[in-house]
């Protein structure tokens, strides 16, 4: 197996030790630019595996353990990953897949960059898991700091879904809940400087990225697509971006299986953001992104104005593309998908389809590619959103006869002649 030797600056490659986990690349901040690590091993990521040789246990992402910083038989799982790829042809896009990733634990792809870092945590000898974030990240987090037997902390914000608060709380997170969303940070920073709190998520602006050994979990997404499409890569990847975690970590499982010979092309990345940021600097041919003027969108949890330089690498290196979207737009992909496939997700999952809708009907993308399209957490997460487009329930009759009349009037039931 390989072992992390050190990590790695996405932008220059200065190389720092392993447990500079917690801090971005000083080289480049002297620079005044911010950019992430990401991890290196001493030997390539799967070097010597064939595509027969593929484990099939465990049944999670650490079957995949010889791209990983641990073995399977040290990880801290809750049995995340192997999530089904589907596809989805009642939506008329052509060839789109969706991989639902709301089947994993805690019903999010949240719970791989979780499982990756609280493995690693363990391995470092952490006391104290801690996570800023407005809901999935923080489930996440506490689901696998119980599993690990570790405590945990949450900084959220008002206005956070109360059924993600819930579920921290559930997991027996200490939730900490903000008045202003930049305390979050600060507050988890000074944990971390402080007292050697382990963190999963960003903590410090400009932000980066998270916690480079949790967004190795993502680098999974890549190799089960693969394996499921018969060892090819699909055309275009559609993600959902924020700090652009599971974008980059996506895209680094591609480089990866290339490398290896396991697949003989890489995909297209598209970035689907609210506000998009990484298009502006896209557009501009900016070297990093820069802030841009946001509003507000009801895929709150990803609405960020900022971008990151691990996101716009991605989408550069696989001469990709960035994907501003609107509410209206993810109302109505969430509202085709869960009426049309049966799949109900939440709204800042469903931004990757939203963007493929938009950008087939631009015919920027062609009907003949093979699209997937990473949907990241199910609907139930943030439920209250939907209501936006969902009529009210009316009240059945008084009877049965009464109660098709109100079928028919409100839903159009045709059952009588």
Not at 378 to 389: I, N, V
Request: net charge neutral; with cysteine.
């Amino acid at each position: 197996m390989p072992q992390p030797s050190s990590l790695a600056c996405v932008r220059c490659g200065t190389r720092y030790p392993i447990d500079h986990y917690s801090q971005a690349c000083l080289a480049c901040r002297s620079e005044k630019i911010a950019s992430n690590l990401t991890v290196a091993y001493d030997a390539r990521p799967g070097h010597g595996l064939e595509r027969a040789a593929v484990p099939t246990r465990p049944r999670s992402l650490w079957r995949w353990d010889a791209f990983l910083p641990a073995q399977a038989n040290e990880a801290v799982t809750l049995g995340e990953g192997d999530t089904p790829l589907l596809p989805v042809p009642a939506l008329g896009l052509g060839d789109v897949w969706v991989k639902d990733e709301s089947r994993n634990p805690t019903w999010s792809f949240k719970d791989r960059l979780a499982s990756a870092a609280v493995t690693m945590a363990k391995q470092f000898g952490a006391r104290l898991i801690v996570s800023s974030s407005s809901g999935n990240a923080g489930a996440a987090a506490a689901a696998y700091a119980a599993k690990a037997g570790l405590p945990c902390i949450v900084f959220t914000f008002k206005g956070a879904a109360g059924p993600l608060l819930t579920q921290m709380r559930a997991y027996g997170a200490m939730v900490a809940m903000v008045e202003d969303k930049d305390d979050r940070w600060r507050f988890q920073s000074a944990g971390v400087e402080k007292f050697g709190w382990y963190p999963t998520s960003p903590f410090f602006g400009p932000v980066v990225g998270s916690n480079p050994f949790g967004m190795e979990g993502y680098k999974t997404i890549a190799y089960e697509i693969a394996e499921d499409l018969g060892w090819t890569a699909p055309d275009v990847v559609a993600v959902p971006s924020c700090y652009s975690d599971g974008l980059f970590g996506i895209w680094k499982g591609w480089v990866e299986l290339e490398r290896l010979g396991l697949v003989k092309a890489r995909p297209r990345m598209l970035a689907a953001e609210p506000f998009g940021p990484l298009a502006h600097a896209l557009e501009r041919k900016l070297e990093t992104p820069a802030k841009v003027v946001a509003g507000s969108s009801v895929a709150f949890s990803i609405a960020s104005p900022y971008g990151t330089y691990q996101g716009l690498t991605a989408l550069r290196d696989s001469d990709g593309l960035g994907v501003p979207i609107t509410d209206e737009g993810i109302f109505e992909a969430q509202r085709a998908l869960a009426s049309e496939e049966g799949l109900y997700a939440e709204p800042s999952a469903v931004v990757g389809l939203t963007a493929v809708m938009q950008q087939v009907r631009a015919r920027n993308l062609r009907p003949d590619q093979r699209i997937v399209v990473v949907l990241t957490s199910g609907g139930l997460k943030d439920y209250g959103a939907s209501r936006a487009w969902l009529p009210d329930v009316p009240a059945a009759g008084s009877d049965f006869v009464s109660t098709l009349t109100v079928l028919e009037e409100r839903y159009g039931l045709r059952l009588r002649p």
